[in-house]
């Protein structure tokens, strides 16, 4: 298991004269999964986008083990020790299962076939074997967001930050998605940073979380505990996936 932590302090993010982030500040210990919630324009994005090095904050610091991030490119990040997922997978939809996990570690300067190995071992991890010749084109949804996932897991990341990953899933997809958390938490270790809008898998999936709210974190503490929360009822008045369960 990492040892140190993460941290984001204080980061605060405006596109012009929208602010977006007002000095959100979060930390995630070394194998824990924190779970990001909050309705549509709460900034989630925008956080995660800066937190893998997509975008900049205007104030505030980021800091893995007591390492800076600010200032550092994605890929500078990934080598840190950051993954991230991304809602669409972006696959190479030309290349095989086993070929665009591998891609997880080449894309860090791993020797190909140090990258093989990797591959080799995060598909057997999560269960992937079965597919590794399969053409990532002919992938069904919910298969392509798991190849996404085990290519970030095959960076062997300090902390996967995951950006949706439930997204389009249906009935039957969305379990093979909790088991493959639950198995990278226990086999692999690594803290995860689930941001989602589905309520029900943040509860189910992670051991703590927060809230989002118009740029303002509102809440921090056990899922349980922000089902019931007033504040947090409110932020996602009108907002359907609230309370939504799987």
Do not use: W
């Not at 992670?206 to 947090?232: H, K, M, Q, W, Y």
């Amino acid at each position: 298991m990492n040892q140190g932590g993460f941290s984001a302090s204080e980061i605060s993010k405006s596109f012009g004269a929208l602010q977006v982030l007002k000095g959100v500040s979060l930390t995630i210990k070394p194998g824990e999964t924190l779970g990001l919630l909050g309705p549509n324009g709460a900034g989630k994005t925008t956080f995660i986008n800066i937190i893998a090095g997509y975008e900049q904050q205007d104030n505030g610091t980021i800091t893995v083990n007591g390492l800076s991030m600010d200032g550092m490119r994605p890929d500078e990040r990934a080598r840190a020790g950051i993954a991230r997922t991304f809602q669409s997978g972006r696959l190479f939809t030309q290349l095989t299962v086993a070929e665009n996990v591998a891609l997880g570690a080449l894309g860090l300067g791993v020797k190909p076939h140090e990258a093989q190995a990797r591959a080799e071992q995060t598909m057997d991890i999560l269960g992937l074997q079965s597919l590794a010749t399969t053409t990532a084109a002919t992938l069904s949804h919910g298969n392509a967001r798991l190849v996404g996932l085990a290519r970030a897991v095959a960076a062997q990341p300090k902390y996967l930050i995951m950006d949706e990953p439930a997204a389009g899933l249906n009935e039957s997809e969305v379990p093979k998605l909790l088991n493959a958390l639950s198995v990278i938490k226990n086999k692999i270790g690594c803290g995860m940073f689930l941001v989602e809008h589905n309520v029900g898998l943040v509860a189910r999936a992670c051991d703590r979380v927060i809230v989002l709210a118009t740029g303002v974190l509102i809440f921090d503490g056990a899922p349980s505990d922000a089902l019931s929360n007033s504040e947090v009822k409110n932020a996602y008045l009108g907002d359907a996936s609230f309370g939504e369960t799987i």
